[in-house]
């Protein structure tokens, strides 16, 4: 088997596989920018400050290196994405990341979420290990991340939880 036969068939298998970013499940589209625009408002600016401070000096970094090819502005794109075929699922793939979760400005992330839903979702896949999707991985290895920076992260969405609601932190201590 030639060098570029094992490319092709390598290529087919990875595209062919789902995304997966969320196990699968879909998000429903209801009323996200109406519901993002309400929670920032009625957050004190202050305290979204506050969170965007920490993420900005503890949390950025981790996520330029891992989450920001997809949920932000990419560094450099592999030297496929402009074969056609693969520029069009890395296109398609950036865009559907970032109607989740576009990191591109800080905290409050643009997306689909609230702040404290975003929070919820970075947990959960975190937790999970289900960013970034099969797909990804399989072209992109170091891209998982480490227990250190999941326990980072994790500290970062706790503190940042009490700060907007610690009455819900509270009760379910």
């Not at 997306?111 to 929070?119: I, Q, R, V």
Request: hydrophobic fraction near 35%; include cysteine.
């Amino acid at each position: 088997m030639t060098q570029g036969t094992f490319i092709f068939i390598l290529f087919a298998f990875i595209t062919s596989l789902p995304l997966l970013g969320h196990k699968g499940k879909r998000h429903g589209s209801d009323n996200s920018k109406e519901k993002i625009s309400q929670t920032k408002a009625a957050r004190p600016t202050q305290e979204l400050k506050q969170i965007n401070d920490w993420y900005v000096k503890e949390i950025e970094p981790i996520f330029k290196s891992k989450c920001f090819d997809c949920h932000a502005v990419a560094k450099k794109l592999p030297w496929y994405s402009e074969i056609p075929g693969p520029k069009h699922l890395i296109r398609r793939d950036i865009r559907e990341a970032k109607k989740h979760m576009d990191m591109t400005n800080d905290f409050p992330f643009a997306g689909h979420g609230t702040p404290l839903e975003d929070m919820d979702a970075l947990e959960k896949v975190i937790g999970n290990g289900s960013m970034p999707p099969l797909r990804y991985r399989v072209m992109h290895w170091g891209y998982r991340l480490s227990k250190k920076n999941v326990n980072k992260i994790q500290d970062w969405l706790d503190r940042s939880r009490n700060l907007i609601s610690p009455t819900t932190s509270q009760q379910t201590d």
